[in-house]
């Protein structure tokens, strides 16, 4: 299977996720935390995490998606990830997804890994439109977001069912011309 191209940032390398990922990724998906707005339940076994990896192979596989891994620079061990998910090439968008180590939560990181995947999507997928749905009460990521040009469309209310609820989300889009005057 193809690798993902990888990307430095000034802080940051975001890379392909593979199995040697697994437990610095159980870190992470095992803080409830970090999972409460996911739509998964906390990691409790290393086969959990198995499950998410199989899907970043799955989605890149299928051509509806892709995911990177994000590592600082003086380390290989992956703190979070952040990519595509429900790409429609057709229609030239896709849906960005992102989760970070609550241990570098507040520094600016997941702002600067969606830079290196806008770039990326824009300019080499063609993507005329990103969008991002995120819960209602996720506020950090509201915010985040938005400081990164991300304009609030609407609600979409029982839009998601998970962990046995139905979830109301916020319809966010970023647009390739206004991605190009930040």
Not at 77 to 104: D, V, Y
Not at 132 to 154: C, D, K, P, W, Y
Request: hydrophobic share 35%; with cysteine; glycine share 8%.
């Amino acid at each position: 299977m193809k690798q993902l191209p990888t990307f430095e940032t000034e802080r940051l390398i975001l890379r392909d996720v593979e199995e040697k990922d697994l437990n610095a990724m159980f870190d992470y998906l095992s803080d409830r935390e970090v999972v409460k707005h996911m739509g998964l339940a906390p990691a409790v076994f290393l086969e959990d995490v198995r499950n998410e990896l199989d899907w970043y192979t799955s989605i890149k596989e299928e051509g509806t998606g892709m995911r990177w891994g994000i590592t600082l620079k003086n380390t290989d061990q992956m703190i979070g990830s952040c990519g595509f998910l429900n790409r429609a090439p057709k229609h030239h968008r896709a849906e960005i997804g992102f989760e970070l180590s609550r241990n570098h939560w507040g520094r600016g990181i997941a702002s600067e890994a969606i830079h290196a995947v806008l770039s990326y999507g824009f300019q080499k997928l063609g993507l005329e439109r990103v969008e991002a749905l995120i819960e209602t009460e996720n506020l950090a990521s509201q915010n985040m977001v938005e400081r990164n040009g991300f304009q609030r469309e609407g609600l979409l209310r029982h839009y998601e069912y998970t962990l046995g609820n139905f979830d109301d989300l916020l319809m966010y889009s970023l647009l390739r011309s206004e991605w190009k005057h930040r």
